[in-house]
């Protein structure tokens, strides 16, 4: 599935926006389907993939545009007349025919030359009669208003956000296996370095822990009786012990699916710093608040918390989808995602509190709290307002 969010500047055609052809400003049309951006010297047209979607573009065109626009190794040239960010230079393909297009993944809009938004594949519809010739403006503005009238139409078919397979086949598994995926995500300009190394560092030492497991959870885990042991080191060196196969998997796969972003939005450093703090600061609220303190304590959980609370107040609009009883996958905003993740948590929290269980819930929770904390203060740093709603 294909992102739908709009920047306001799109919605509400409200920016200046330059041509990234001839540096003309482009004029902001309103039409049933949406608001386009339109040069009048080079005719190149903007549009966003949601106006796109309202005038009748097939859905596999949009999923196959959207796929390679999020692609970290796409060239880019051609900058975005909104936010001034070098665009992916896309090539559609479908039934024989291609499309050579640049589109703005954080704007989720795209750039048209002369002529090309004509050959956008569309829902098929009954031919009309047949018209008199018209000027390529008259024509444009009239494809868009009909176009609108059949995406009503398949709008009232179903929710869009229901039923819907992921972009990546193998992203089956890990939704069979209970895991969230990652429907749309955020562009990346960077390569994840740092997420990249402190997923290889923990496979190896889980490999190298693999003799003697036990040993290695007792001397190297968190045990909050004991929490001076090597200096204080252990609330560190627990990050990286894990307690099971699954239990390392399921850790490097969010670290993973989502450190990606937030190590490209925070940069290498400070994301290394957010995830060992969020880990240091979930080692501290569970051994306030869980009486068992000759437990100890194993896994990235805590440093990934930090990383999921970050990514979802900066990137709330993120697509996350979850298979539901292995029939049908259901796609939420990674904010919605968030608070159904924090409300499990503190019901696990209750009961670990209470002696039971063998997750520690505390532990995310404490490591949600230094991701939300560290995310609304770069917002406020940015002077960036929230995206939520």
């Not at 596999?60 to 051609?78: C, H, I, M």
Request: with cysteine.
């Amino acid at each position: 599935m294909y992102a739908v969010a709009e920047t306001d500047a799109l919605s509400k055609g409200e920016a200046v926006a330059v041509c990234p052809r001839c540096n003309e400003a482009l004029e902001s049309r309103k039409t049933r389907c949406g608001v386009i951006f339109a040069c009048a010297k080079c005719h190149g047209r903007q549009a966003a993939l949601a106006v796109l979607r309202n005038a009748g573009a097939t859905a596999p065109f949009l999923r196959e545009v959207w796929r390679q626009a999020r692609d970290p190794w796409a060239k880019r040239s051609v900058k975005c007349p909104h936010c001034n960010r070098p665009m992916s230079a896309v090539t559609a393909r479908w039934g024989g025919h291609e499309l050579d297009i640049d589109v703005c993944a954080p704007c989720s809009a795209v750039w048209f030359d002369r002529g090309e938004m004509a050959a956008v594949p569309t829902v098929p519809r009954p031919r009309p009669d047949p018209q008199p010739e018209l000027s390529e403006e008259v024509r444009e503005k009239k494809g868009l208003a009909l176009l609108g009238m059949q995406a009503d139409k398949e709008q009232a078919l179903g929710n869009p956000g229901v039923g819907l397979a992921p972009p990546a086949g193998w992203q089956w598994l890990p939704g069979i296996l209970g895991l969230p995926v990652e429907c749309e995500a955020p562009a990346r300009k960077s390569r994840p370095l740092a997420t990249w190394a402190v997923v290889a560092v923990t496979v190896a030492v889980f490999l190298m822990s693999m003799e003697d497991p036990a040993k290695a959870v007792r001397q190297w885990g968190f045990i909050p009786s004991e929490w001076a042991r090597h200096g204080g080191l252990t609330s560190l060196t627990s990050f990286f012990i894990h307690g099971g196969l699954f239990h390392l998997v399921a850790n490097m796969y969010f670290l993973l699916i989502f450190g990606d972003n937030v190590e490209d939005d925070l940069g290498s450093l400070r994301f290394v710093l957010l995830l060992l703090g969020a880990a240091v600061f979930g080692d501290v609220v569970h051994a306030a608040f869980d009486a068992r303190g000759q437990i100890p304590c194993v896994g990235a959980s805590g440093g990934v918390c930090g990383v999921l609370g970050y990514y979802a107040v900066m990137f709330p609009r993120a697509k996350i989808g979850v298979l539901f009883r292995w029939l049908f996958w259901i796609n939420f905003p990674a904010f919605v995602w968030l608070l159904f993740y924090l409300v499990i948590q503190v019901l696990g929290a209750f009961q670990q509190m209470d002696g039971h269980g063998n997750v520690s819930c505390l532990a995310h929770l404490g490591g949600l709290a230094v991701g939300l904390v560290a995310a609304m203060a770069a917002r406020a740093v940015r002077s960036r307002p929230p995206e939520f709603g």
